[in-house]
């Protein structure tokens, strides 16, 4: 992700606009999938209930983290998520994404196209979980070590995709300085979290998240797909 972020920004300043673009974001290459109940449970509504219970009441929960090392803005986060009550439950969502990466397949272009020729032959998933609330956010960040990310919602307030100002959401864009540079040259675009709802996308893809404003939860768990070699 790390080599893929700085080969985009390398282009974009050698005047390579129209790579730099294709390598830094395209919208087509944002995955999204409804995931489907787990056994044992009715619908995803019980399993969410169930996971996000189980997210909150994890005893290890971080917070505070340097502002140059993490993007984490007031979240706290759950680094193991096995360390709780209900591992049962973070196996079921595990498989769940796995059968969701192995199936989102993004053929190559022609010309340049760098990432699906990437796409490594053995991974293995790197989870965590993320408690926001009110102003908490994410600041602009990349996952480094990834080949692809991803984000599944567990429990999103009632406010998120209500207004025009984002609340809530989740941001894909170019880093803030390459913005400044060079105005337009990267599109940013919103998309909107709903429980159940699993998306994917390139590791090397800056995103943030805007705080909900509002007192009630939003759970999520993300995860990096990292190559194993």
């Not at 397949?105 to 293995?124: T, V």
């Not at 995103?207 to 509002?214: A, D, S, Y």
Request: hydrophobic share 40%; aromatic share 10%; with cysteine.
């Amino acid at each position: 992700g790390q080599l893929l972020y700085n080969w985009g920004w390398a282009l974009a300043l050698a005047g390579e606009h129209d790579k730099a673009r294709r390598l830094l974001f395209e919208a087509d290459r944002i995955a999204q999938f409804e995931l489907p109940a787990p056994a044992g449970f009715d619908d995803m509504a019980a399993f969410n209930a169930a996971l996000a219970e189980e997210i909150l009441s994890n005893p290890n929960k971080v917070s505070g983290f340097p502002e140059e090392d993490e993007a984490n803005r007031g979240s706290r986060r759950v680094e193991d998520l096995f360390s709780g009550r209900r591992r049962d439950l973070v196996d079921a969502l595990l498989k769940l994404v796995q059968d969701a990466v192995a199936a989102c397949r993004r053929a190559e272009r022609e010309g340049f196209d760098p990432w699906p020729s990437g796409r490594p032959s053995a991974a293995r998933l790197r989870p965590w979980g993320l408690i926001q609330q009110g102003g908490d956010y994410e600041e602009g960040h990349i996952h480094p070590s990834g080949w692809m990310s991803g984000v599944y919602y567990v429990r999103v307030p009632a406010v998120v995709g209500t207004s025009d100002q984002g609340e809530g959401c989740i941001e894909f864009g170019p880093p803030a300085s390459l913005a400044a540079r060079l105005p337009g040259l990267v599109p940013s675009r919103r998309y909107v979290p709903r429980e159940g709802l699993l998306l994917l996308a390139p590791s090397h893809y800056q995103h943030r998240t805007i705080p909900t404003g509002v007192r009630e939860y939003r759970i999520s768990v993300a995860f990096d797909v990292v190559p194993r070699a």
